[in-house]
């Protein structure tokens, strides 16, 4: 798989460089890039140029969405982003799909915490992440609640002022999904803390 990484690797290098980069920002927004929302986060020349998209065939589809056609191209496209430029694109995202309506979002709550949580930015990945960790709950998506909670608990440790019960309660609703999921460990982890 190393060996596979590198060859894309070298073929992403090989791209003029603004498909080069074209292809990394639109890696940041996950296997499925919404155009809309792209041209919103990085500009709008960026999406209108079919040349350039056209040129990345290989890597993405493009229709009236576009997507990757693997995930290792995806992935490989977003390490070579900056940790800066990362950070950057997914706090922007995060912004718009935090600022579009419930009923208007098409996205989950989870994908907007996970922006946030990528972008650095804690406060808005625990309240997104709490908000997100109880919606899958709510729907019996255990495993998803779970990866939620840590990730919500994550965000926690790295916000000044929390209130501790309210970290408690989210340790506690771990626990619980922890329980019901058949993980005895990660629910004896999360009551503990």
Do not use: C
């Not at 919103?40 to 040129?55: K, L, P, Q």
């Not at 946030?116 to 899958?136: I, K, L, M, N, P």
Request: charged share 25%; no cysteine.
């Amino acid at each position: 798989s190393e060996r596979i990484e590198k060859v894309i690797g070298a073929m992403v290098d090989a791209l003029p460089v603004r498909q080069r980069m074209l292809l990394r920002d639109a890696s940041v927004f996950g296997g499925r890039i919404d155009l809309t929302l792209f041209r919103e986060v990085v500009g709008a020349d960026s999406v209108a140029d079919s040349e350039a998209w056209n040129a990345l065939d290989r890597f993405v589809e493009v229709g009236a969405v576009a997507h990757f056609r693997q995930e290792l191209f995806r992935a490989v496209a977003y390490e070579g982003l900056s940790y800066r430029r990362r950070r950057e694109l997914h706090s922007r995202i995060g912004d718009l799909l935090a600022a579009r309506g419930t009923d208007a979002r098409s996205e989950s709550d989870a994908v907007v915490a996970l922006h946030f949580h990528h972008a650095g930015r804690y406060d808005e990945s625990w309240t997104w992440s709490v908000r997100a960790a109880r919606q899958a709950r709510s729907l019996g998506a255990g495993v998803d609640a779970m990866a939620l909670y840590g990730q919500a608990l994550f965000a926690a440790s790295n916000v000044s002022g929390l209130d501790v019960e309210d970290r408690a309660e989210i340790a506690e609703e771990m626990g619980d999904v922890a329980e019901l999921t058949g993980e005895p460990q990660t629910a004896h982890m999360a009551y503990r803390s």
